[in-house]
C-alpha cells in the first residue's frame, strides 16, 4: 500500500509557513496575553498513526494549527492500513503513538490478541458512528418500521425490525452478514449492542473459537473502514458499523441506508482514544503532556463557538493525507446534520462531540463498559471481580497525565478552568441512556453485566451457551 505522509520537521519546514502559523496562534487563536508554557520534553521528532475517519480531527487540527509546535513537537501524521497494523505500530515503535479504538489499549493490556501494555491520557471523541444496512434490506426492513405523520420512520430504529429479515434470509438458507472494523472496536460492541437489544444474538467468542459467531444469528466479520460501502455493494455483507464518512457516503453512493447512530444508542457515548505504549509513557513524561496538551487545544477548537469551525475542519479532513473523502460527504454529519435515507435529513448537533460534556477526559468508567462487553461476548472467557475491572480501567485510562497537561492550559489561558472536570472520581453517573433503557454504573460491572439479557452472565461460558 502507498501511504501518504504529513510531515513537521524542525529543519524542513517552511518559514513563511511557520510565520503564518505563528501569527494564527498568537493572534486568532489563543485569548489576548495568553502564552503556552514549553515542556522540555525528551523526545521532539515524533511519528502517529491513525485510520482515515473524521474522528481522528484532533490529530489534523493540532498539525495544522500548529498546536503540536507550540510545545516543541515535529510530528509526522501517517495513515494506517487497518487497526492491527496501526497497533503493531505502536507496540513495536515505529509509531509513537496513534488514534485507536478505545477497546485496543485495554485489550492488548489485558492480554486479548497482541499483548502489551498500552495507555491513554486522551480521548478524542463522544458519538460519531452509525448502523448502516442495504438498499435490499432497508426495503425488507420498512414494513415493520413505525412511521411517522411526515411519513418518515420515527427513530431510534430497533434492531427487532431487522428480525423478520433475518429470518427470511436463514428460510431462503442465506446468512446474514454484517461488518465491523475490529473485534475489540466501539462499532463491534455497539453493534452487537443494538442486535441484541432488538433480540438478536449476534454470537459468541470462546479461547478456541475467536470468530465470534458461536450461537450467532447474525454473523459479524471485520471490514476496514474504508472499505464498508464497497464490500457492501458487492454483497459480501448486508449492513455495517462504522464511523463517518463512510455511512454517509453509502447515502450518497445509493447504496444503503443508515438506520442509527451511536448517538440514538447510547447517547454522548465515548469513542476513539489516543494510545501510547506504558514505555513510551514513562520515558518521554514531559513529551506526553506536550503532545495532550495539543491534543486537548485541537479538540476545543472543533466544538467551540457552537461547532463554527467545523466547514473548516471538514476543508481539511477531506484532503487527501486525512480522511480523503468529498468535503460534502463529510460536512454531511460533521456539521450538526446526519442523512438517513435520500432527503431525510435530521438535525443532531451532537453527532460529532470533540470536546464539550469532558469529552476529552479519559473516564474509568469508560473504560470499564468496553471491559463488560469484553466478557458479555465471551472474549473476556471467565468472571472477573469488579476489583479487576477498575484496575484494569486505571492501568489503561491516565488522568493523571491528562489533568496536568490541563492544568498547564488553564494556566496558560488556553482553555477555561470550568472546562475540565477537576473533581471527579473518574467514574461518571449512573446512565440508563441506552436505546433498551437498561441502566450502567461502571462501579458495579458484573451487576451490569448480568442484567442484560442477550450474553453471558456470572458463571457462564461461551461453551455453556
Known amino acids: 500500500m502507498t501511504k501518504t505522509m504529513t510531515t513537521q520537521s524542525g529543519k524542513k519546514r517552511s518559514a513563511l509557513r511557520a510565520l503564518s502559523i505563528g501569527l494564527l496562534a498568537a493572534t486568532v487563536m489563543a485569548p489576548l496575553g495568553a502564552h503556552a508554557e514549553m515542556l522540555d520534553v525528551e523526545k521532539d521528532e515524533l511519528k502517529f498513526g491513525f485510520i482515515k475517519l473524521t474522528d481522528m480531527a484532533p490529530l489534523a487540527i493540532a498539525y495544522e494549527l500548529g498546536y503540536f509546535e507550540d510545545e516543541g513537537l515535529y510530528v509526522t501524521l501517517e495513515p494506517q492500513a487497518n487497526w492491527k497494523v496501526l497497533l503493531d505500530g505502536v507496540i513495536t515503535g515505529t509509531l509513537d503513538g496513534a488514534h485507536m479504538l478505545a477497546g485496543q489499549p485495554l485489550a492488548a493490556t489485558i492480554g486479548y490478541g497482541t499483548e502489551a501494555h498500552i495507555v491513554t491520557p486522551f480521548s478524542m471523541d463522544l458519538n460519531g458512528n452509525a448502523i448502516t444496512v442495504s438498499n435490499a434490506v432497508w426495503e425488507l426492513m420498512k414494513p415493520n418500521l413505525e412511521m411517522g405523520a411526515d411519513g418518515l420512520p420515527q427513530h431510534p430504529i430497533s434492531a427487532a ?60 466479520s471485520v471490514t476496514p473502514p474504508p472499505q464498508m460501502p464497497s464490500t457492501m455493494e458487492a454483497g459480501t455483507i448486508d449492513g455495517y458499523a462504522v464511523g463517518e464518512p463512510w455511512n454517509q457516503a453509502a447515502v450518497f453512493k445509493k447504496i444503503g441506508v443508515p438506520v442509527i447512530t451511536d448517538y440514538e444508542l447510547w447517547k454522548n457515548n465515548p469513542e476513539k482514544v489516543f494510545g501510547m505504549t506504558a514505555e513510551f509513557v514513562e520515558e518521554n513524561p514531559n513529551t506526553t503532556i506536550a503532545i495532550t496538551k495539543a491534543l486537548i ?25 486525512y480522511v480523503g473523502a468529498d468535503a460534502e460527504v463529510i460536512a454531511n454529519s460533521m456539521t450538526g446534520t446526519f442523512e438517513y435515507e435520500p432527503g431525510d435529513i435530521r438535525d443532531v448537533p451532537d453527532f460529532n462531540v470533540f470536546y464539550r460534556y469532558f469529552a476529552t477526559y479519559p473516564y474509568y468508567s469508560d473504560a470499564i463498559w468496553y471491559l463488560t462487553q469484553m466478557r458479555r461476548w465471551g472474549q473476556i472467557a471467565e468472571d472477573k471481580s469488579d476489583d479487576w475491572y477498575a484496575d484494569v480501567a486505571k492501568s489503561v485510562y ?68
Open 297 to 321: 487545544r485541537a479538540a476545543k477548537w472543533l466544538d467551540e463557538n457552537d461547532n463554527a469551525n467545523r466547514l473548516e475542519a471538514v476543508d481539511i479532513l477531506s484532503r487527501s493525507e
Open 161 to 220: 425490525a431487522l428480525l423478520p429479515v433475518i429470518d427470511q434470509f436463514a428460510d431462503e438458507g442465506r446468512p446474514f452478514n454484517m461488518g465491523m472494523v475490529f473485534p475489540v472496536s466501539t462499532h463491534n460492541y455497539e453493534l452487537r449492542y443494538w442486535l441484541a437489544a432488538g433480540g438478536v444474538n449476534p454470537g459468541y467468542y470462546s479461547p478456541d473459537d475467536v470468530s465470534g459467531q458461536i450461537g450467532a444469528k447474525a454473523y459479524l
Open 398 to 465: 491516565r488522568p493523571d497525565i491528562y489533568l496536568q497537561a490541563a492544568r498547564m492550559l488553564v494556566d496558560e489561558g488556553m482553555i477555561a478552568e470550568g472546562d475540565i472536570p477537576w473533581d471527579t472520581d473518574g467514574f461518571r453517573p449512573s446512565t440508563d441512556e441506552f436505546i433498551d433503557g437498561i441502566a450502567y454504573d461502571g462501579r458495579t460491572p458484573n451487576a451490569y453485566i448480568d442484567s442484560l439479557p442477550i450474553g453471558l452472565k456470572t458463571g457462564e461460558t461461551a461453551a455453556s451457551k
